[in-house]
C-alpha cells in the first residue's frame, strides 16, 4: 500500500495522469458507448420517432443511474476506507449491505416497470406521441434493473478495493456485447424500441456475470457470502451519507432533462426532441473521458497537496487541465469540419440531418473550454472541499442553464436552446476558474489540508 501511494509523490506527473486516468477514461467512454449504441441502431432502424422517444427517457435514466451510483459510490468509499485499516470482516457486511439495497432498488424497478413507466415519462416531460415507444424502451430497461444496479454497483465496489483494470475489462465487454445485440434484437429479429433496451439488459447479464464470477473467485479483497446479505442501519447511514451527493446530482440532472424536452417541444416539436436525443449522446460521448480524467488526477492532487508538494499539485491541476482543453480543442474540429459525417451516423431523414447539423454546431461553441471547469470541481473534491464541488456543480445547472432556458426560447426559438448550452459553459468558466484562484491562495496559506464535510 506504502509503495503505491509513494509513487502519487514521485513519478513524473504526465505518466502518472496516465497511468491514474487510462482506465476510467475507459471506462466513462464504455458508459458513453452504451448510449450512443443504442441511438445510434434507433435512429437508423425505427427512425425519427424512436430517436425522440429515447431522449424522451433521458430525465428518467438519470434519475434511475442517481439511485444505482447512490449505493455504488457510498458503498464503494465505505470499503475503502474500511480496507484501508484491514477490517475485511467489516468490509464483507458492507458488500453485503449494499446488495440488499441493490435487491430492493431493483424489486422496485420491476414494479415500476409494470405500473407506472409511462406515468413517469409523462411526469418528466414525454408527450403522447412518443409515449409508447418510449415506454416500450424505458420498461424493458426497469424489468431488466436489477442486473443494472447490480453491475453499476459492483463495479465502483472493483474500483474502490483498486482493482481498475477488472472493473474496465467487465464494462468493456459489457460494450461489445451491446453492440453486437443491438442490432440483431433491433432490426434482425424485428423487436425495435423494445430491441435496444433488451441488448442494454442482455450486456449487463453478461457484467453481472463477470462481477460475481470475480467476488466468489477469491481474486477480490472481499468475499461474497448470501448470509451477508442483509440490512444494517448504521452500514446503510455511512453508505447513505457519501452517496448522497451523488444523488442529488442525478436528480437535478433529470430535472433540468425534463425542463430541457418540455421546452424543446414547445418550440420545436417531436423533431426538436429526436435531434436532442443526437446530439446529447454525441456530447455525452466527447465529455465522458473528461471525467475518467479527473477521477486519476483526483488522487493525486489530493495526496500532494496533503504531503504539502504545492508545486505537485499545481502541476498536476494545470497539466489535467490543458490535456483536458487540448483533447476537446481536437473534438471541436471535427464537430466543426464534419457535423454532417457525426450526425449521419444517427439518421438519414433529411429534415433531421439539417437541424441536427445546425443544432450540434450551436452546441459544440464552447466544448474546448468546458474541461477547465470539470478539473476545477476535481480539485475541489481532492482538497476535500464539498461544499465548494457540490455549488459548483449546481450552479451551471440551476443558475445558469435554467434561467437561460426561460430567457432565450421566447426570442430565438428552438435556437435558443441550443445556444443557451454554450453560454453557460462560458460562464461557468469565468466562475469556476475565479473561485479556484481564490481557494489556491487559501490552501497554499494552510499549514495541512483539511477536509470539510459536505453536511
Not at 431488466?144 to 463495479?155: D, K, R, V, Y
Request: net charge positive; aromatic share 10%.
Amino acid at each position: 500500500m506504502k509503495s503505491h501511494s509513494a509513487r502519487l509523490g514521485q513519478m513524473p506527473i504526465l505518466p502518472l495522469i496516465w497511468k491514474m486516468s487510462a482506465p476510467s477514461v475507459v471506462s466513462m467512454l464504455v458508459i458513453a458507448s452504451y448510449h450512443l449504441a443504442d441511438a445510434i441502431f434507433i435512429g437508423r432502424f425505427v427512425g425519427p420517432v424512436g430517436l425522440a422517444a429515447l431522449a424522451s427517457t433521458i430525465p428518467a435514466i438519470f434519475l434511475f443511474m442517481g439511485l444505482s451510483l447512490f449505493i455504488g459510490v457510498g458503498g464503494g468509499t465505505a470499503v475503502s476506507r474500511t480496507l484501508g485499516k484491514a477490517d475485511t470482516e467489516r468490509a464483507n457486511r458492507i458488500l453485503g449491505t449494499m446488495l440488499f439495497m441493490v435487491l430492493v432498488l431493483g424489486v422496485g424497478a420491476i414494479v415500476v416497470a409494470f405500473i407506472g413507466t409511462k406515468q413517469i415519462l409523462l411526469m418528466t416531460g414525454a408527450s403522447e406521441q412518443v409515449l409508447e415507444p418510449a415506454s416500450q424502451y424505458l420498461s424493458i430497461l426497469l424489468l431488466g434493473g436489477p442486473l443494472s444496479i447490480f453491475t453499476m454497483a459492483m463495479n465502483n465496489l472493483v474500483r474502490s478495493e483498486g482493482n481498475a483494470p477488472m472493473a474496465m475489462f467487465s464494462m468493456v465487454t459489457g460494450a461489445v456485447v451491446n453492440v453486437l445485440l443491438d442490432p440483431l434484437f433491433i432490426y434482425y429479429l424485428g423487436f425495435g424500441m423494445r430491441g435496444a433496451a433488451m441488448a442494454t439488459v442482455g450486456a449487463n447479464l453478461v457484467t453481472a456475470g463477470i462481477m460475481t464470477w470475480y467476488l466468489y473467485s477469491g481474486k477480490s479483497s472481499l468475499a461474497l457470502h448470501f448470509s451477508n446479505i442483509r440490512f444494517r442501519v448504521p452500514i446503510a447511514r455511512e453508505i447513505a451519507a457519501v452517496g448522497v451527493s451523488t444523488l442529488v446530482m442525478h436528480t437535478s440532472g433529470c430535472l433540468i432533462q425534463s425542463f430541457v424536452i418540455r421546452i424543446l417541444i414547445q418550440y420545436g416539436g417531436e423533431t426538436a426532441v429526436s435531434v436532442y436525443g443526437m446530439c446529447n449522446r454525441t456530447v455525452m460521448f466527447i465529455f465522458m473521458p473528461i471525467f475518467g480524467l479527473q477521477a486519476g488526477a483526483l488522487p493525486i492532487i489530493g495526496y500532494n497537496f496533503g504531503a504539502r508538494l504545492i508545486k505537485r499539485a499545481k502541476q498536476t491541476i494545470f497539466y489535467g487541465m490543458f490535456l483536458a482543453s487540448l483533447y476537446l480543442l481536437v473534438l471541436w474540429m471535427f464537430i466543426q469540419l464534419f457535423p454532417s459525417t457525426i450526425i449521419g451516423a444517427f439518421t438519414n431523414d433529411p429534415v433531421l440531418l439539417g437541424e441536427g447539423v445546425s443544432a450540434l454546431e450551436k452546441l459544440g461553441i464552447a466544448i474546448p473550454v468546458v474541461g477547465i471547469p470539470v478539473m476545477i470541481v476535481g480539485t475541489f473534491q481532492a482538497l476535500g472541499k464539498a461544499k465548494y464541488a457540490l455549488f459548483l456543480t449546481m450552479n451551471r445547472t440551476f443558475f445558469l442553464v435554467i434561467p437561460l432556458l426561460l430567457i432565450l426560447p421566447p426570442r430565438l426559438g428552438v435556437d435558443g436552446v441550443w445556444y443557451a448550452f454554450p453560454i453557460a459553459d462560458a460562464a461557468a468558466l469565468v466562475i469556476n476558474a475565479t473561485c479556484f484562484l481564490w481557494a489556491l491562495r487559501k490552501v497554499e496559506e494552510q499549514p495541512e489540508l483539511r477536509a470539510e464535510p459536505l453536511g
